[in-house]
């Protein structure tokens, strides 16, 4: 017996020390690919300004996630006219910031009124073609509406929630990279600074929709506030791939605004609707609308 229970102990000791080993060695990959990472990015001003605005709407996203901490969370009416508000900013950033610099990108290339309205319109289609392909493809639970919490599948249907807000935030930061290669720096910071003020109330509605689901308040918290983390990352990737390649740069903006199309028709405006609080979410859409359109006006 006493045998047994030593080359048990040996067995277990030997795991787990290859489990730490693993993670050593996984932790040491990820230091490294990070630190090659920003000598690549230090070294390019666009890539920095991408990372950096980025940033940006990540920490604006992780804000949002405080009033849920430190208050009572909000009725479902404010709730959708949050929502609401955010369409309206990625609407009218779509509009603004991306579909009419593409049109003008794909004219100051040589391209007439038709050739660029028509790189343009298969650039936002392909963008939510995309989209739409992987939300068919790959199995998620829809970003807002609710996942259930059956016991039996709580746990899966949480991952699959989180990828879903994942999936989400890849076309803001991707807008915001795509802008960031562009030659209108002014335009791109509106953008930025657009989707940062709507990543604020996006933080908490996040949170709110995981702690609908049944996760506990601070893990919700802590997840919504993570769920930025992405934006810098295809923020960077978005604009590396258009800074060597100027000619894909209406393509870019398109896919870009195609993405965040299909985004607000697919998953934001529905859910604002869903309650019958139609009012308020469209009043709070149209508010955004006008902001965003502002931003984008005075700093350009």
Not at 16 to 28: D, E, I, N
Not at 99 to 107: D, G, H, R
Request: proline letters at 4%; a neutral charge.
């Amino acid at each position: 017996m006493n045998s047994i229970t030593r080359k048990n102990s040996i067995r277990l000791a030997a795991s787990v020390g290859w489990r730490a080993l693993g993670y050593g060695l996984g932790a040491a990959g990820i230091v490294f690919f990070l630190a090659e990472a920003w000598q690549l990015i230090a070294g390019q001003p666009t890539l920095r300004i991408a990372l950096g605005s980025g940033s940006i709407a990540a920490l604006a996203t992780a804000l949002g996630v405080v009033p849920m901490l430190v208050t009572r969370a909000p009725g479902r009416r404010i709730h959708d006219t949050l929502l609401g508000f955010g369409a309206g900013v990625m609407l009218a950033a779509t509009s603004f910031s991306l579909i009419i610099p593409s049109l003008q990108s794909a004219q100051e290339q040589g391209h007439g009124s038709w050739g660029a309205s028509l790189i343009t319109g298969a650039g936002i289609l392909l963008g939510a073609g995309c989209l739409m392909l992987l939300e068919r493809k790959l199995p998620h639970e829809h970003f807002f509406g609710g996942a259930g919490t059956e016991n039996p599948q709580r746990i899966r249907r949480l991952w699959l929630f989180v990828f879903a807000i994942v999936m989400h935030n890849i076309p803001e930061g991707l807008a915001i990279g795509v802008s960031a290669a562009g030659t209108d720096a002014a335009r791109a910071t509106a953008l930025a600074t657009g989707i940062a003020i709507q990543d604020v109330p996006e933080g908490l509605v996040v949170a709110l929709a995981l702690s609908s689901v049944g996760m506990g308040k601070w893990k919700s918290a802590f997840l919504g506030a993570a769920s930025g983390l992405v934006e810098p990352l295809a923020s960077v990737l978005g604009a590396a791939a258009l800074m060597y390649s100027q000619p894909l740069l209406p393509w870019g903006l398109a896919f870009a605004a195609g993405a965040m199309l299909f985004v607000v028709s697919h998953e934001v405006i529905p859910e604002s609707h869903r309650q019958g609080h139609e009012q308020f979410a469209t009043t709070g859409l149209l508010v955004g609308f006008v902001l965003m359109m502002m931003l984008d006006t005075a700093l350009a």
